[in-house]
T-cell receptor, first 115, second 112 residues
Framework: DAGVIQSPRHEVTEMGQEVTLRCKPI?????LFWYRQTMMRGLELLIY????????DSGMPEDRFSAKMPNASFSTLKIQPSEPRDSAVYFC?????????????FGSGTQLSVL | QKEVEQNSGPLSVPEGAIASLNCTYS??????FFWYRQYSGKSPELIMS????GDKEDGRFTAQLNKASQYVSLLIRDSQPSDSATYLC????????????FGSGTRLSIRP
């Protein structure tokens, strides 16, 4: 298995533009997580899905952020409109949730720079 | 109060010594605890998980859990320069079925 695949690896955009980040989880995993990492705030959980259903989106900063998981093999995180303070590394992670034994597998991340 | 707290460091340890990393958490009912290692510019990777009070050893790594004190630690014996990284403590809170919350990480530097 190729692991969790994220695209793009790097994204540079201007304030106000729409940004879409993509994630393909590991086949067979039933949970998918979107995290954002910055020096100031560390690794923050934005939203997670279980069996393609959003379970907790309380970490989504504001209405400019939205996430979808239309099927078990694909998820998107969209920012519209983007702002400079959204600049961060965005990680997608997946796991196979069985009781309490959960190992998160992270993608390589998307480095987002909003100018 | 943050859900998971760590000292940001940097923690500098001489090669061959024991590195001790600490973490506290706020949700007393939490059941699952993890240590992830993150090299600069890379994604986090799991190195240890622990679910019961006491110690759990895996090679040079030992995780320690004290639920009464809401405290988790990671010991790295015979520290190597390749251990230089940021170590992230993560907790699955009782209040959520699958949510995993990370601390801000402790940067560890092993000096030759």
């Amino acid at each position: 298995d190729a692991g969790v695949i994220q695209s793009p690896r790097h994204e540079v955009t201007e304030m106000g533009q729409e940004v879409t980040l993509r994630c393909k989880p590991i086949s067979g995993h039933n949970s998918l997580f979107w995290y954002r990492q910055t020096m100031m705030r560390g690794l923050e959980l934005l939203i997670y899905f279980n069996n393609n259903v959003p379970i907790d989106d309380s970490g989504m900063p504001e209405d400019r952020f939205s996430a979808k998981m239309p099927n078990a093999s694909f998820s998107t995180l969209k920012i519209q409109p983007s702002e400079p303070r959204d600049s961060a590394v965005y990680f997608c992670a997946s796991s196979f949730t069985v009781a309490t034994n959960e190992k998160l597998f992270f993608g390589s991340g998307t480095q987002l720079s909003v100018l | 109060q943050k859900e998971v707290e760590q000292n940001s460091g940097p923690l500098s340890v001489p090669e061959g010594a024991i590195a001790s990393l600490n973490c506290t958490y706020s949700d007393r009912g939490s059941q699952s605890f993890f240590w992830y290692r993150q090299y600069s510019g890379k994604s986090p990777e799991l190195i240890m998980s622990i679910y019961s009070n006491g110690d759990k050893e895996d090679g040079r790594f030992t995780a320690q859990l004290n639920k009464a004190s809401q405290y988790v630690s990671l010991l790295i014996r015979d520290s190597q320069p390749s251990d230089s990284a940021t170590y992230l403590c993560a907790v699955r809170p009782y209040s959520s079925a699958s949510k995993i919350i990370f601390g801000s990480g402790t940067r560890l530097s092993i000096r030759p």
